[in-house]
């Protein structure tokens, strides 16, 4: 075989086998590629759910009470869309009503001027001509009105930056007809919904500046050994992990108080209880609401409130047990599951947590729980039994007084 066609088939097989290599690899980061532009897709809907909920909760807090008062100092008009909107006290100070729809649009501009993401509440039937729907708001809302879907997501360039694009219906319930009451609505069809969007041009960036590194890797590493190869590969599937965890933690956290969510809480609740029906090991839960945290809102302001809620749980959380469960059952409210514990026991963790809770004050005020103990029995059916029970003794300690345990 003569020099020159040995150099040829040498030459031939150095070429195949980087040009399959270079394929491999290409399928590889292109896989890559598209699971991360995934993953981010479904964070942008996990925050924007978030949001949602987050606004959805605030709405239902504000129609709960009929609306809040605040009062009328410089920049604060009246709602022209209300009967009646303003009060005077006896001291001469005037306060005007915010509904669940004013108080949404007036949180979306603080939002929005702090840079952290947009928000927009709009219905096909407006009172307000400000919350006029856009192309992606008003098809949305047809979708949701024939039940296709339950929410819907996109996303869109808006003055040369990127926008991830949600929405999700309000459906009407009773504490809407105050304000809806002359549109004709019926309780549980859909009056409106709330558009999230969220900005995310610097994570596209960042995507197209990966992709664009991830094809140079690709190219390096054909000239490169294997080992190379598996060790770049080794990075991307870790970081990937954390990118999921990272997720994963998000989806089951509450995220004012970072303690367990109510979806995750009762999840775990309904294991246990599982195991006291297969062990017959003693199973507890407290549930503790903070006492006059209206009061707290109304005087301090709803940031002073997410304050108190985060120092709480961050009392409670130093005061249960390593194998405690504690999760935000809701609004002001706290769950905590202790596994194998006696309801004395349980008594005794509760009476620890009020005397703790009790040291945290605002602006010299001081912070006190109510606390509700039961421990789960035979005659207990599920989860919810449980809850009922707890709920009950929580509204006794309510009412002998509350900054007690019963």
């Not at 150099?7 to 991360?36: C, E, H, P, Q, W």
């Not at 304000?179 to 019926?186: D, G, L, M, S, V």
């Not at 992990?241 to 933690?249: D, F, G, S």
Request: hydrophobic share 40%; proline share 2%.
């Amino acid at each position: 075989m003569s020099a020159m066609k040995e150099k040829n088939i040498y030459k031939t097989f150095i070429m195949s086998t980087s040009l399959v290599i270079a394929l491999v690899l290409s399928g590889i980061f292109l896989d890559m590629a598209i699971r991360t532009r995934q993953l981010l897709n479904e964070e942008n809907i996990i925050q924007a759910r978030i949001v949602f909920n987050t606004i959805v909760l605030a709405r239902k807090w504000n129609a709960n009470h009929g609306g809040v008062y605040v009062e009328k100092k410089k920049g604060v008009e009246s709602n022209p869309y209300l009967e009646n909107p303003d009060i005077t006290t006896v001291d001469g100070r005037v306060f005007t009503l915010r509904n669940p729809a004013l108080m949404t649009r007036e949180i979306s501009e603080y939002a929005e001027k702090e840079g952290l993401f947009k928000f927009h509440i709009t219905s096909l039937r407006l009172i307000n001509p400000h919350n006029k729907p856009d192309e992606f708001e008003e098809k949305a809302l047809r979708q949701f009105e024939t039940g296709a879907v339950k929410e819907l997501s996109r996303t869109e360039l808006v003055n040369k930056r990127r926008y991830f694009r949600y929405m999700a219906p309000l459906y009407i319930e009773q504490d809407c007809l105050q304000c809806h009451k002359h549109q004709n609505y019926a309780i549980g069809e859909v009056r409106g919904g709330i558009s999230i969007s969220l900005d995310i041009e610097k994570l596209q960036s960042k995507i197209s500046y990966n992709t664009i590194t991830i094809v140079v890797f690709g190219i390096i590493t054909t000239l490169l050994l294997l080992g190379l190869i598996y060790f770049f590969m080794s990075r991307l599937i870790k970081k990937l992990e954390e990118a999921r965890q990272t997720i994963e933690q998000i989806a089951i956290t509450d995220q004012l108080t970072d303690v367990f969510n109510r979806r995750h809480i009762m999840s775990r609740f309904e294991e246990e209880f599982e195991k006291f029906k297969r062990l017959k090991k003693n199973v507890s839960c407290i549930m503790a609401d903070v006492d006059n945290f209206k009061a707290v809102n109304d005087s301090y302001g709803h940031l002073a409130g997410d304050q108190v809620l985060k120092a709480i749980s961050r009392r409670i959380r130093n005061t249960v047990r390593a194998y405690d469960i504690l999760g935000r059952y809701g609004g002001e409210e706290f769950l905590i599951i202790m596994p194998d514990t006696s309801v004395e026991d349980a008594r005794e963790l509760a009476e620890r947590i009020r005397t703790r809770v009790k040291e945290e004050t605002v602006n010299n005020a001081t912070i006190t729980l109510s606390l509700g103990v039961v421990c789960v029995e035979e005659s207990d059916r599920s989860v919810d039994d449980i809850i009922r029970r707890a709920d009950q003794n929580l509204y006794k300690a309510k009412k002998d007084g509350k900054d007690r345990v019963v």
